[in-house]
């Protein structure tokens, strides 16, 4: 849910955000509130936070997940790990 957030909201309400700050803090009065171009704008950096994670994301082809396990008294995170290694 916190990765939906900080991916897809954040960055589509981020220019409403600044735009509503900017007038605020300005005191200006604009008749005509530029939906269509802070709605572009959201979108564009909706796409490239997309973009950004699901690259920064990737894992090799040849690996495989593996669950987290409790070894030892220890808890040992889930990982990808690749397919011909014999440690897990």
Known sequence: MLRIF?????PFLLPFLIYGIRIRSFHFIEEKYPFKI???IGLILVFIFLFFFCISDRSPADSIYTLPKFEDGKIIPAHMSLKNDKND
């Not at 900080?6 to 954040?10: A, G, H, M, S």
């Open 6 to 10: 900080y991916c897809v909201l954040l």
């Open 38 to 40: 802070l709605t572009i």
